[in-house]
């Protein structure tokens, strides 16, 4: 007789037990919340001023229903695609994420390791807490660099050199962040980076103590690029803070490309104008993207600019796009309004924080499951049939 009850073995990992319970990115997000001390949850997932933007870019995809064709074959689905002219087994992308090891002591080596593992390119930081040639040990290719400009272009030039060297594909230039955006859950959390043990902390870290104990037991969480600055963290700190540049401009662009040889992707454009200005600088990629709302608040949301920078511009560079991607229905939204490929922010921290690489993997995981069932509920085979006619504006 074949049993159909059988007792389920308890999973005795306490990260593998959360993880399996954790569904949906949404779900992740809520396990974070728990594991996290207050103010590192709300510098992950907050945003600028009143998040106005950072709401809106969910929003945006309620605007669009889905038309599926039925009676389509589609018992075999295929997912991956070509991102700047590498393989990738999945349209998405692990993006820059400062201060990472804050989340969890693996860190960015945890992402890169999670990337590496699902086939697909993790971009480290220049924020990094890691350095990028630890980075390009752990993960295998192709990654990419995400580059902010200093003051000093000396520096910047010396890191451009430092991620060819260390064989990063693609350099990533930010390009909506000339200053810092306002983000005031971390002021009135009174968030310092690195996390220091205050009154206020302390009473935390008694319900977060495994957190607490990661903090302490891993090397000082600083900026790793940072190589020739004297004093602790809080020096490099300062010195990072200095060397934010606000006067970069599309001239900058033209040296920068030619410096680096390889795929340039200019990140942050949410205009066709813009967009057309990068094309015309000769950069081969575009990330439409508002920095997760964490910059200007009160910009649209990243799918409403999708579609005018893919019409502007699409024959000509590769457009990719972030900010508010939670399901594998939203990817298959922009990838039929022209996107390429989709990059992650949040829902890589929020898997990193409940299970550290395994956590990355599971975020993936479930938005790559998602994002075949979606495919085949559409009667669509593979990623890159998806267009407009499976879109009907509300
Ligand atoms: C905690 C955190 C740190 C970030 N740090 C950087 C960074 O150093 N450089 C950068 O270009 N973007 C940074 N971003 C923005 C992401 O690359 C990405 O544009 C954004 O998070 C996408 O939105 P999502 O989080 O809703 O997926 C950061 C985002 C978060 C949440």
Not at 96 to 107: K, N
Not at 310 to 318: F, H, M, R, S, T
Not at 336 to 342: I, S
Request: aromatic share 6%.
């Amino acid at each position: 007789m074949v049993a159909l009850l059988r007792v389920q073995r308890p999973e005795l990992d306490g990260d593998r037990r959360r993880l399996a319970r954790c569904h949906t990115v949404a779900d992740l997000r809520t396990t974070a919340r728990r594991r996290l001390p207050r103010a590192v949850f709300d510098y992950v997932d907050g945003a600028a001023e009143d998040e106005v933007t950072m709401r809106r870019n969910r929003t945006a995809f309620d605007e669009w229903e889905l038309m599926p064709s039925v009676l389509c074959d589609v018992g075999e689905v295929e997912l991956g695609t070509e991102v700047l002219g590498a393989r990738s087994a999945l349209p998405l992308v692990l993006g820059p994420t400062g201060f990472t090891r804050m989340v969890h002591p693996d860190g960015e080596l945890a992402v890169a390791r999670a990337a590496a593992a699902r086939g697909i390119p993790y971009t480290a930081a220049t924020l990094g807490t890691t350095s990028l040639e630890d980075i390009a040990a752990a993960g295998s290719p192709p990654q990419w660099f995400q580059l902010y400009v200093w003051r000093d272009r000396g520096l910047c030039k010396e890191l451009i050199s430092r991620a060819r060297e260390a064989g990063y594909r693609a350099l990533v230039l930010t390009v909506d962040t000339p200053v810092p955006g306002a983000r005031e859950r971390d002021l009135r959390n009174g968030l310092t980076i690195p996390p220091e043990l205050g009154l206020r902390t302390l009473a935390d870290g008694a319900r977060r103590p495994h957190w607490w104990w990661g903090l302490l037991r891993s090397e000082a969480v600083t900026f790793a690029n940072v190589r020739h600055v004297a004093g602790g963290p809080q020096a490099v700190m300062e010195f990072v803070g200095r060397q934010f540049d606000p006067t970069v401009t599309w001239d900058d662009i033209a040296w920068m490309v030619e410096a680096w040889g390889g795929p340039f992707v200019v990140k942050g454009v949410l205009t066709a104008a813009d967009a057309r200005r990068a094309a015309a600088a000769g950069v081969d990629a575009v990330v439409v993207s508002n920095h997760g709302g964490r910059q200007l608040d009160h910009v649209g949301a990243t799918l409403t600019a999708l579609s005018e920078v893919v019409d502007a511009v699409g024959a000509d560079l590769e457009v990719l796009v972030d900010s508010g991607f939670r399901r594998g229905t939203d990817v298959a939204k922009a990838l039929a309004l022209g996107a390429r490929a989709v990059l992650l922010g949040r829902p890589q921290l929020y898997g990193l924080a409940v299970g550290g690489q395994a956590g990355v993997e599971r975020a993936v995981d479930l938005l790559a499951a998602e994002l075949r069932r979606a495919l085949q509920l559409l009667g669509v085979t593979d990623v890159a049939q998806l267009d407009r006619s499976v879109l009907r504006r509300r």
